[in-house]
T-cell receptor, first 115, second 111 residues
Framework: EAQVTQNPRYLITVTGKKLTVTCSQNMNHEYMSWYRQDPGLGLRQIYYSMNVEVTDKGDVPEGYKVSRKEKRNFPLILESPSPNQTSLYFC??????????????FGPGTRLLVL | DQQVKQNSPSLSVQEGRISILNCDYTNSMFDYFLWYKKYPAEGPTFLISISSIKDKNEDGRFTVFLNKSAKHLSLHIVPSQPGDSAVYFCAAMVSYDEVIFGPGTSLSVIP
C-alpha cells in the first residue's frame, strides 16, 4: 500500500530535550516536505526537499532541522524544542516537483506537546 | 499577514443541502488553487483544483468556482452527506514547489 508514515504519532516532551520525528514514504517520490498545523493558521511549510541531499527552508524553518540522506526518509529534528513548537506536524511526499499540490500525499500527523 | 484566508472557522449544514465553503486570497499573481479535505487523525487529501484560466471546475458532487477579479473562490458540495464532515483547506500554488494553505473550515453535515 502506498503511504507516508510518521513516528511517533504522539509525543510529549520537555523544553530543550532533542527529538526526532521520522517520516518515510514507499512511493519512490522525489519531493518531501514538513508542515505544521496550528489553529487559525492552517498548514505552514517548515522545510522541503526536492531530492536526496537537497533541502530548502519553507515559511517557518526556525528551530527545526532536516536531512535527506535517502530518498524514502525525511526526518524532522528539533534540537532544542520550545513550547511554541507544540503543534500538529505533517510530512508529505510528491512524485514530482511540478504541481506538488495535487500529487502531494500526507502522512497521518504527529501531535507534539512541549512542556 | 495570511495570503489565503478562510473566514469561516466552522459551518453546519443539513444532509442533502448545499455546503458552500469560501476562500479569499490576497495575491493576484496566484493562478492555481486547490482544496484539501482532512478527517480527524488523518493527513489532508487532495480534493479538487482550479486553474485561473477557468472559472469553474466540477468533480461529482464537488464544484469549485473562481472569481479572479474578487480574488475569491468557493467550494460547493451538493448534496452534502454526513461523510463530508471534515476540515477543508483552501490552498494556492505559489510556485512549482510551494503551496500556501488557508486556516481551514470545519464542516459538519447533520443527518
Amino acid at each position: 500500500e502506498a503511504q507516508v508514515t510518521q513516528n511517533p504519532r504522539y509525543l510529549i516532551t520537555v523544553t530543550g530535550k532533542k527529538l526526532t520525528v521520522t517520516c518515510s514514504q514507499n512511493m519512490n517520490h522525489e519531493y518531501m516536505s514538513w508542515y505544521r498545523q496550528d489553529p487559525g493558521l492552517g498548514l505552514r511549510q517548515i522545510y522541503y526537499s526536492m531530492n536526496v541531499e537537497v533541502t530548502d527552508k519553507g515559511d517557518v524553518p526556525e528551530g527545526y532541522k532536516v536531512s535527506r540522506k535517502e530518498k524514502r526518509n525525511f526526518p524532522l529534528i528539533l534540537e532544542s524544542p520550545s513550547p511554541n513548537q507544540t503543534s500538529l506536524y505533517f510530512c508529505a511526499s510528491s512524485p514530482r516537483v511540478a504541481v506538488v499540490g495535487e500529487t502531494q500525499y500526507f502522512g497521518p500527523g504527529t501531535r507534539l506537546l512541549v512542556l | 499577514d495570511q495570503q489565503v484566508k478562510q473566514n469561516s472557522p466552522s459551518l453546519s449544514v443539513q444532509e442533502g443541502r448545499i455546503s458552500i465553503l469560501n476562500c479569499d486570497y490576497t495575491n493576484s499573481m496566484f493562478d492555481y488553487f486547490l482544496w484539501y479535505k482532512k478527517y480527524p487523525a488523518e493527513g489532508p487529501t487532495f480534493l479538487i483544483s482550479i486553474s485561473s484560466i477557468k472559472d469553474k471546475n466540477e468533480d461529482g458532487r464537488f464544484t469549485v468556482f473562481l472569481n479572479k477579479s474578487a480574488k475569491h473562490l468557493s467550494l460547493h458540495i451538493v448534496p452534502s452527506q454526513p461523510g463530508d464532515s471534515a476540515v477543508y483547506f483552501c490552498a494556492a500554488m505559489v510556485s512549482y514547489d510551494e503551496v500556501i494553505f488557508g486556516p481551514g473550515t470545519s464542516l459538519s453535515v447533520i443527518p
